[in-house]
């Protein structure tokens, strides 16, 4: 019933720029927070960006704090993730997140890669 399908990524030379898209279904999209992940091959999943569901409250790693902007759009069901001044250390596997608080649903994943 729930579906998350990333779409944006592509490769992009340092200081590029990204924007990402997770277009979801199946659930209040307006009731729950979204958040962004990525993984880079060989190390840990990471917390990018999360946003509350009315869209007022944000949350960044310390590492994109100024580069990257979450926002959501809870009228077309979808949340994005613009990425600016990109660097090679960005290059990963981004997920969409939805937290239903009971369960998580996850995206397919959409690849960055930063390189010159």
């Known amino acids: 019933q729930v579906q998350l399908v990333e779409s944006g990524g592509g490769l992009v030379q340092p200081g590029g720029s990204l924007r990402l898209s997770c277009a979801a279904s199946?659930?209040?999209?307006?009731?729950?927070?979204m958040s962004w992940y990525r993984q880079a091959p060989g190390k840990e999943r990471e917390l990018v960006a999360a946003?509350?569901?009315?869209?007022?409250?944000?949350n960044y790693a310390d590492s994109v704090k100024g580069r990257f902007t979450i926002s959501r759009d809870n009228t077309e069901n979808t949340v994005h993730l613009q990425m600016n001044s990109l660097k090679p250390e960005d290059t990963a596997k981004y997920y969409c997140?939805?937290?239903?608080?009971?369960?998580?649903?996850w995206g397919q994943g959409t690849q960055v890669t930063v390189s010159s």
């Open positions: 997140n939805a937290d239903l608080v009971v369960v998580e649903y």
């Open positions: 199946g659930f209040t999209f307006s009731s729950y927070a």
């Open positions: 946003i509350r569901g009315t869209g007022g409250s944000t």
